[in-house]
């Protein structure tokens, strides 16, 4: 297989992995919807910045080392499922909170800020994501592949987490869907926060019932 087309294997695969909705597809709809379009770019971001972290982490075989040490593996799936389950507890108790109509174009650099790092710690919690990059690492990356493979990934995967997450939140910071969230603001903070709690419950319970 040449480096060509192990680099465009390896970019097609997460391409299909970012596209499919997840905790992080529900994160920047929502967060470009209900705060800014800035804040929605900040979080798709984060998100390009968790990928190129984790791609960086499979490149240094780091992520298969910890595939390795069961107990860690465990831990961090189930502080992930946690962590997701919270978030989702705190979307749906805000759901009832009244949200002026802010303009698009203003967003205060600490709210992007925060924006940026809710996505990162978004992406990174899932354990699942990691376990998505080791496998197409080891599927397409080649055994002696050359040192411009190794660093142009991480940068590559930047920019394709960022472009979609930027695409998403393009979309559901405009007019329309921003004021269909605002007149149903109360179904779909709910509707996000079942899904988010659910996600966490669902890796916390598999990584219990496989540990047993």
């Known amino acids: 297989m040449s480096e060509t087309i192990a680099l465009a294997g390896i970019l097609g695969a997460l ?9 992080s597809f529900v994160l920047v709809s929502r967060v470009a919807a209900k705060s800014s379009r800035l804040d929605g770019m900040a979080a798709a971001v984060g998100m390009g910045i968790g990928g190129a972290l984790f791609s960086t982490l499979a490149l240094l075989g780091l992520v298969t080392l910890l595939l390795q040490v069961e107990w860690l593996y465990m831990a961090l799936r189930i502080l992930g499922g946690v962590y997701l389950v919270y978030l989702g507890i705190g979307i749906w108790r805000g759901a009832s909170e009244p949200l002026a109509c802010a303009d698009n174009h203003r967003a205060r650099p600490s709210s992007a800020f925060r924006s940026l790092a809710l996505g990162f710690v978004t ?3 899932n354990p699942k994501t990691a376990i998505v990059y080791a496998s197409i690492f080891a599927a397409f990356l080649p055994a002696s592949a050359p040192a411009w493979l190794y660093l142009t990934l991480p940068p590559l995967v930047f920019f394709l987490e960022t472009s979609w997450y930027a695409v998403v939140a393009l ?4 007019q329309g869907p921003r004021s269909a969230y605002l007149r149903a603001k109360r179904w779909f903070d709910r509707a996000a926060g079942v ?10 319970s598999e ?6």
């Open 15 to 23: 391409l299909v992995g970012a596209v499919s909705p997840g905790p």
């Open 123 to 125: 992406q990174v919690s």
């Open 171 to 174: 979309a559901f910071s405009a």
């Open 195 to 204: 899904v988010m709690g659910a996600l966490g419950a669902r890796l916390v």
């Open 207 to 212: 990584t219990v019932l496989f540990r047993n």
